[in-house]
């Protein structure tokens, strides 16, 4: 193996695969990354076993040749050298020789043929979506999924088809939240129905943020995969039923409020200030004074009270929720005006964006 590359390239590209390598002491090859040079082009591929990525770049020239070696050790002597380094590396007895400017770094090799097989996603169907809105969709939903692995169909993110529209869809029981999607001409199957852990949730967001253009997305029975056209990233599916959250969506209303984003996240950071251990933050709906009062108590520190002007319709209550999940799903809402709809106190609340139809978030209030 013979090749060279700018060192920003590399140690870019080197980044994205490192973090998806596996910390698994059974298994040490999935702690490397796999190098492989055929004419002009450079192949990375990383895999954990449960996610798989394979990233292609253009070369000027090269020597074809495989070598698995450290994915951590490669990308942090690249991100220690100074910028617009050429890279030059080649195997030489079973190491990795790098040469950067006066830098000869000889990392050793481990055996290439150990490298596990990334995947290949046979489609049984897919569909394309811009790669900026997909993610977006992703950072609208994925705060609310659970982080307790001992129901993983809810420690997900779960993809679904309703009325031709894509529909992502997060919850950890105590909240939820609901992002629909239209592809335009781009049809979503019918058959869409997928559960997509987390924690590889989190790795497609991360690989395809910024990434201007088309993304194809392909799934069959027991993977997905998402491609561009130098990434390919697999990830496993939930073999599971996720909640059939619908039916638990109010449809009639007792009060409904308009109040200012702005106004809401000022008020929400000043409350985070107060609460106690477990974000418990009292509302007071008050519908003939046009207000909410937000009170928040904490033994600790003290108390606060915050008052905000609001367009409230319908009876007044008191609640008591998480103000955290409250504040957490006030950015992926783009209008400026925030509407809360509630049914009674121990019901889920409502919030979306005034006049804005494609997000819907639920809060369950806590019992007094």
């Not at 031709?164 to 592809?183: I, P, Q, Y």
């Not at 993977?223 to 390919?232: E, M």
């Not at 519908?287 to 319709?313: C, F, M």
């Not at 400026?336 to 019901?347: D, T, Y």
Request: hydrophobic share 40%; aromatic share 6%.
């Amino acid at each position: 193996m013979k090749f060279s590359l700018k060192k920003d390239n590399l140690g870019y590209l080197v980044g994205l695969a490192e973090r998806v390598t596996g910390k698994n002491l059974a298994l040490p090859v999935l702690n490397a990354i796999l190098l492989e040079t055929t004419d002009k082009k450079l192949i990375i591929k990383a895999t954990n076993l449960d996610v798989g990525l394979e990233i292609e770049t253009p070369l000027i020239s090269s020597e074809p040749g495989r070598v698995a070696i450290a994915g951590s050790v490669l990308s942090n002597f690249l991100g220690n050298l100074g910028g617009g380094e050429k890279i030059e590396a080649s195997e030489e007895n079973g190491n990795l020789i790098v040469m950067a400017g006066k830098n000869r770094a000889t990392i050793k090799c481990q055996p290439a043929d150990d490298f596990p097989i990334i995947p290949r996603v046979a489609p049984e169907a897919g569909f394309e979506i811009d790669a900026g809105r997909f993610v977006g969709a992703l950072r609208a939903v994925v705060y609310a999924a659970s982080l307790s692995i001992i129901k993983p169909e809810i420690a997900s993110v779960y993809l679904y088809q309703n009325d031709g529209k894509l529909v992502l869809v997060a919850t950890d029981s105590f909240r939820l939240a609901e992002k629909k999607l239209d592809l335009g001409k781009s049809e979503v199957p019918e058959n869409l129905n997928l559960i997509i852990p987390l924690k590889n949730i989190l790795e497609v967001i991360r690989i395809f943020d910024n990434l201007v253009g088309e993304l194809k997305v392909n799934w069959d029975k027991n993977q997905i995969a998402f491609a561009t056209d130098n990434l390919y990233l697999t990830s496993r599916l939930i073999d599971g039923v996720f909640p059939d959250y619908r039916q638990i969506m109010p449809n009639d209303f007792k009060t409904e409020i308009s109040v200012s984003k702005t106004e809401l996240l000022n008020s929400l950071k000043i409350t985070a200030i107060f609460t106690d251990k477990l974000n418990q933050t009292n509302l007071t709906i008050l519908p003939e004074a046009g207000r909410i009062e937000i009170k928040t108590h904490n033994d600790k520190v003290g108390a606060n009270t915050s008052q905000l002007s609001a367009t409230i319709s319908g009876e007044s209550f008191e609640l008591v929720i998480n103000s955290k999940y409250l504040f957490e799903c006030l950015n992926s809402i783009n209008s400026e005006n925030i509407n809360l709809r509630i049914v009674a106190p121990n019901k889920p609340i409502v919030v979306s964006g005034a006049g804005d139809q494609s997000f819907v978030y639920l809060i369950m209030p806590i019992n007094r």
